[in-house]
C-alpha cells in the first residue's frame, strides 16, 4: 500500500477496541420507500461492501440530522407543552400564581374590585327577587281595631269602649288640619312627597347623628312608619327591618302619598292610650281633631319621638295630675323644633311662628281615666250602645268593630247626683255585717225629661264591674201601686163597660169616669168581673176554684171611698175592683200609651185581677219615661239615650229626631197628676215627705206582695224619676243559708219592720231631686179642667139619695075681689127619713143586686159587699190569690 494512505484516526483518549469476536451486524436496511444503490438486492441492500460503507457513513449524517431534527422537535414539543400549560389559568386566580409568600395571598386592585362588583350585583338580585317577591299582607290587628268614643250631653268625652278597648277613631284626611299634616312632615320626613317610601340619606344622617352622641334617630320615612304601623310587629329585629324596607318601597310605588300619610296619622300612637289623631286631640285636649290650633297640632307632633318623654304630666300615666318638669323641657324644645322647621319648608310664616313662639307652650289637659267602666260608665255605655242597635243605626258587629263618636243624653253631674243619693241611703241605712236582711239590696233608679224623653240619668247599680245587670233597666222587679196611675187613666180616658154589654166594648158603650167617683173599699172585699159575677180563679196546686177576695194594705178598711182618696192612702180594694170593670186588656193599652213595654206587663185578660196593682215589671226607665207623658200633659215621648252618631259608615252621621205622640187628652193627663199630687200634699198622702222640694211634685209609692220591692215614682214639670229597691243575689255562690234566687223578703231590711216606698226609695228620691232640681225655676203643673167623665158609685159603694126636688105652689089667679079669707095652706114635706125613696142602686154598680127593679125596690134586697164566703183561703192569702196572675213570682201585689 501507498505510504500515501489516509490512515484513520486514532481515538483520542481510547484505545481502539478489539475484536470482539461477533460477528459484525449487517448494515442498516434503508428506509422504506428509499432507492437503494446499483446492485442492491433484498438480500444486500446496499450492494458491494463499499458500498455499505458509503451508505453507513452517509446514515450516520442522516440520523444526526435526524436526531438533531428530532430533539429540536422535542423541544418544541416541550415548549409547546410548557406554554399549554402556562395558558390554562384559573377562573379565579387566588391564591395568586407566579407570586410566592405573603404576596401570593393578597387580592390584586382588579381582584378586589370585581368582588365589590360582584358582591353588588349578587345584592341586586336578591334584593331584586326578594321585592318581586314580597306581598303587602293583610293590616295588623291594630289597624283595624277602633274604639267607639261616648260623649256627655255637654259634648266632653265620657269613656272609650270597644271590643278591643283601643282608642282609636280613624278619619279621613280632609277631616285632619293641614296644620297637623304639615307638622308631622316638616320633622319626621320633609322629602315625603318625593322620596320612594325610603330615605337613605336620611339613614345616614341619623347613623351619623347619632355617633356623634346626639338625639336617638330612627331615620325612619313616614312611609317607613305607616308600613310598620299598618303590617308589622314593633319588635327590634334585623329580619323586621329588612321586611320594612321592601314593603316601604312596594307600599310607596303601589299607594298614594295621601292615602300614606292618613293610614300614618290614624295608626300612630300618641300616648294616654290614644291611637291616632282623633283620639290624641281628645286624649290631650279634650275636642275634635279639626279643632286643633298649629301650636298643638305641633305639640303632637313631638308625641310621635316618645310619648312617655313629651307628655308633660308623668309620661301620660294618668294616677296623678303632677308635671314633670323634664318632660315639660324636652316638649317644649321638641315643639320649637316643630315649629321652626314649618317655616324652614315654607308651610308657616315667619309673623305666624313668632305669634306662636310669643303665646307659649300650649299645655295639654290632665289626664283622665277614660277607659274606666266601673261605677255608673258601664252601664251608661251598655245602654247606649243597645240603644243604637235596637234603633238599626248599626249592626253589632259593627259597633265591636269600633271607630264611632256616639253623644248621648247623660247629664253628668246629674248621674253623679244620683250615685251619690243612692249611695248616701244605701251607707246610712244596709249593714249586710249586721243584719242578715241586709245582704243582696239592690237598688235602680232612673231621671227623663219629660216632652222629649231624654234620659238625663241612670243608677244601674253599685259598680259595674261588680255587678253587671243594669238596674236602670229592666231588672224584672215588680212595680206595685206605682201602677195605679194608668188604671185611672185608663177609667178616664176609655171608661168603665156596660155590664149589660160584651166583654169588648168600644169607647162609646163605655161610661168615662171622674175621679170623684165612690167604690168601696173594705178589707177582704170579693171582686166582681164587669158584669158583676165574682170573679173565680183556680188555686194553685189544687186546681179548686174559688173566689178572689182582695186585701188592703195593713188590712185597713176605707168604707166608701173616691178614687181620688184611694190614690192617696193607696187603698188595694178600689183599684183592683175598677181594673175589672175597665179591663186589664184596656189599662194594659193605657199603660202602653203612657210608654211602658208590652213584653214587661204579663197576662192582662179579665182572669188576673191584680193586674191593676202592678205585677207589671218595666223597671226605671219606662216608669219614669210613663210618669213623664203625664207631666208633659199626655204627650208621650220614647225615652231615648243617643242624640247623634258619627262614624265611616255610609249612612252616618245619624241624628236623633224628636217624635211626640198624645197619648191621653191634656185633661186626662192633668187630672191624672192633680191626683197625683194628693199623694205629697194630702193630709194622709203616702208621699208626704216630698214636700220638702218646695215646689209641685206629683208621685206614686208602691210596696209589693212580701215585701219584695219597693218604689218611689214622681215629677215636677221638668224632671220625672223613678227609684226602685228590692233584695236579690246575682248568683248563687252568694246564697247563705236558706236563701233561694230570685226576689227576697225586705221585711226587717235595714232594721225597720217592712220597706215601703215612702222609705228608703223616697228618701234616695228626695235626695236626687233637690240636687238635681237646685238653681232651677219652680214651675206649676196645669191646671186640671174643672169636671171630667161621670161620678159613679161602684165596687159595691152606696149611692147617696138624690136631693129632693123642689116645687113651686101655683100661683092663685088674680081677681078683681080677692078673698079675705085666707086658704089652708099644704102641710110642709115630712122630714122622717123614712119617708125618702129608697137610696137608687147605680146601673154601673156590679155589687148592687136589684132584682126587684130600678131604683132600689124594697124587694130587691140590700147588697152585702164583701162577703166572705167562698173565699179561697184568707183575704189575701197567697194561696187564694196568686197563682196563674200575671205574678212572675206567683204571688199577690201588696200595694202602698
Not at 125618702?836 to 140590700?862: F, H, I, V, W
Amino acid at each position: 500500500m501507498s505510504e500515501h494512505r489516509r490512515k484513520q484516526p486514532q481515538s483520542r483518549g481510547r484505545r481502539a477496541a478489539g475484536s470482539s469476536g461477533h460477528r459484525a451486524a449487517p448494515p442498516p436496511v434503508p428506509p422504506a420507500g428509499a432507492e437503494g444503490p446499483p446492485g442492491a438486492t433484498p438480500d444486500r441492500p446496499y450492494g458491494s461492501r463499499a458500498e455499505a460503507r458509503r451508505a453507513a457513513q452517509r446514515g450516520g449524517h442522516r440520523r444526526a440530522a435526524s436526531a438533531s431534527a428530532a430533539a429540536e422537535e422535542g423541544g418544541r414539543a416541550a415548549r409547546r407543552r410548557r406554554d399549554t400549560t402556562a395558558g390554562k389559568k384559573r377562573f379565579i386566580d387566588y391564591p395568586r400564581s407566579g407570586y410566592r409568600g405573603v404576596r401570593r395571598w393578597l387580592p390584586s386592585w382588579r381582584q378586589m374590585l370585581g368582588s365589590v362588583l360582584t358582591f353588588f350585583a349578587l345584592m341586586l338580585g336578591l334584593v331584586g327577587l326578594a321585592y318581586a317577591m314580597t306581598e303587602i299582607p293583610d293590616q295588623a290587628d291594630i289597624a283595624n281595631q277602633q274604639s267607639n268614643v261616648f260623649y256627655w250631653a255637654s259634648g266632653e268625652r265620657m269613656v272609650v269602649s270597644g271590643e278591643s278597648r283601643v282608642n282609636r277613631q280613624e278619619l279621613g284626611l280632609a277631616d285632619i288640619p293641614m296644620e297637623m299634616q304639615n307638622s308631622v312632615i316638616a320633622a319626621e320626613n320633609e322629602t315625603f312627597y318625593d322620596d320612594p317610601g325610603i330615605d337613605l340619606m336620611g339613614i345616614g344622617r341619623a347613623v351619623l347623628n347619632m355617633a356623634r352622641g346626639g338625639d336617638t334617630q330612627s331615620g325612619s320615612t313616614i312611609t317607613q312608619q305607616y308600613v310598620k304601623n299598618m303590617y308589622l310587629t314593633q319588635e327590634q329585629t334585623l329580619e323586621r327591618k329588612a321586611r320594612e324596607l321592601l314593603l316601604s318601597v312596594k307600599v310607596g310605588a303601589q299607594f298614594d302619598k295621601e292615602e300614606i300619610l292618613e293610614g300614618y296619622l290614624n295608626t300612630s300612637d300618641f300616648g294616654r292610650g290614644a291611637i291616632g289623631i282623633q283620639a290624641a286631640a281628645q286624649a290631650y285636649y279634650g275636642k275634635d281633631a279639626s279643632e286643633l290650633t298649629d301650636s298643638e297640632c305641633a305639640f303632637l307632633t313631638t308625641l310621635l319621638n316618645g310619648p312617655a318623654l313629651h307628655d308633660p304630666f308623668q309620661g301620660g300615666s294618668g294616677e296623678v295630675d303632677i308635671v314633670t318638669e323634664e318632660n315639660v323641657q324636652r316638649a317644649t324644645e321638641r315643639w320649637e323644633y316643630v315649629l321652626n322647621r314649618r317655616v324652614e319648608t315654607g308651610t308657616l310664616a315667619p309673623d305666624a311662628h313668632e305669634a306662636i313662639i310669643a303665646e307659649g307652650f300650649p299645655t295639654p289637659d290632665p289626664p283622665t281615666p277614660a277607659m274606666e267602666m266601673a261605677g255608673q260608665i258601664g252601664y251608661l255605655t251598655n245602654l247606649a250602645e243597645a240603644y243604637v242597635i235596637n234603633q238599626g243605626i248599626l249592626t253589632e258587629e259593627e259597633l265591636a268593630k269600633g271607630g264611632y263618636q256616639i253623644h248621648t243624653t247623660f247629664d253628668e253631674t246629674m248621674v253623679d247626683q244620683m250615685e251619690a243619693a243612692v249611695s248616701d241611703v244605701i251607707e246610712a241605712n244596709i249593714d249586710p255585717e249586721e243584719r242578715a236582711e241586709d245582704r243582696h239590696v239592690q237598688f235602680g233608679g232612673a231621671a227623663v225629661e219629660p216632652g222629649d224623653g231624654a234620659i238625663r240619668a241612670i243608677y244601674g247599680g253599685a259598680d259595674f264591674t261588680e255587678h253587671f245587670l243594669n238596674n236602670a233597666d229592666n231588672p224584672r222587679a215588680q212595680v206595685g201601686s206605682t201602677f195605679k196611675p194608668f188604671v185611672l187613666a185608663a177609667a178616664m180616658r176609655d171608661g168603665v163597660r156596660d155590664p149589660e154589654g160584651d166583654a169588648e166594648q168600644d169607647r162609646e158603650e163605655r161610661t168615662q169616669l171622674s175621679p170623684e167617683s165612690v167604690y168601696h173599699s173594705e178589707n177582704g172585699q170579693r171582686i166582681n168581673n164587669y158584669n158583676g159575677d165574682p170573679v173565680v180563679i183556680e188555686e194553685e196546686g189544687s186546681g179548686d176554684e174559688g173566689e178572689w177576695h182582695q186585701e188592703n194594705f195593713l188590712q185597713r178598711d176605707h168604707g166608701d171611698i173616691t178614687l181620688r182618696e184611694a190614690m192617696e192612702v193607696s187603698a188595694n180594694v178600689p183599684f183592683v175592683q175598677l181594673g175589672m170593670d175597665v179591663g186589664p186588656a184596656t189599662v194594659a193599652q193605657a199603660a202602653m200609651d203612657a210608654g211602658l213595654h208590652e213584653d214587661s206587663l204579663g197576662p192582662a185578660n179579665d182572669t188576673v185581677p191584680a193586674f191593676a196593682l202592678g205585677v207589671s215589671n218595666p223597671g226605671p226607665i219606662r216608669m219614669a219615661s210613663a210618669y213623664a207623658t203625664f207631666a208633659a200633659s199626655g204627650e208621650q215621648a220614647e225615652p231615648y239615650s243617643v242624640t247623634r252618631v258619627e262614624g265611616a259608615k255610609e249612612s252616618l252621621p245619624w241624628e236623633h229626631e224628636s217624635e211626640t205622640t198624645q197619648a191621653f187628652e191634656s185633661s186626662v193627663a192633668d187630672t191624672v197628676t192633680d191626683v197625683l199630687t194628693e199623694v205629697v200634699e194630702g193630709d194622709e198622702g203616702s208621699g208626704q215627705d216630698a214636700q220638702v222640694l218646695e215646689r209641685p211634685v206629683a208621685g206614686k209609692t208602691g210596696t209589693t206582695d212580701d215585701n219584695k220591692s219597693a218604689w218611689f215614682v214622681g215629677y215636677t214639670p221638668q224632671l220625672s224619676t223613678a227609684i226602685g229597691m228590692w233584695r236579690s243575689a246575682d248568683s248563687e255562690e252568694e246564697l247563705v243559708g236558706d236563701e233561694e234566687m230570685g226576689f227576697l223578703s225586705m221585711f226587717n231590711t235595714a232594721g225597720s219592720e217592712r220597706i215601703n216606698g215612702s222609705s228608703l226609695p223616697l228618701e234616695a228620691w228626695i235626695a236626687f231631686m233637690e240636687a238635681a232640681l237646685e238653681g232651677e225655676s219652680v214651675e206649676e203643673f196645669p191646671d186640671p179642667p174643672g169636671s171630667l167623665g161621670e161620678t159613679i158609685w161602684g165596687g159595691g159603694a152606696e149611692s147617696p139619695p138624690p136631693p129632693p126636688v123642689e116645687t113651686e105652689e101655683p100661683e092663685a089667679p088674680e081677681t078683681e075681689e080677692p078673698t079675705e079669707e085666707p086658704t089652708e095652706s099644704s102641710p110642709p114635706p115630712s122630714e122622717d127619713p123614712t119617708d125618702d125613696p129608697t137610696d137608687p142602686c147605680s146601673p154601673l154598680d156590679p155589687m148592687c143586686e136589684d132584682p126587684g127593679g130600678q131604683n132600689g125596690d124594697p124587694q130587691g134586697g140590700d147588697p152585702d159587699p164583701g162577703n166572705p164566703q167562698g173565699t179561697t183561703g184568707e183575704p189575701g192569702d197567697p194561696e187564694g190569690a196568686d197563682g196563674e196572675q200575671g205574678d212572675p213570682e206567683g204571688d199577690t201585689a201588696w200595694a202602698f
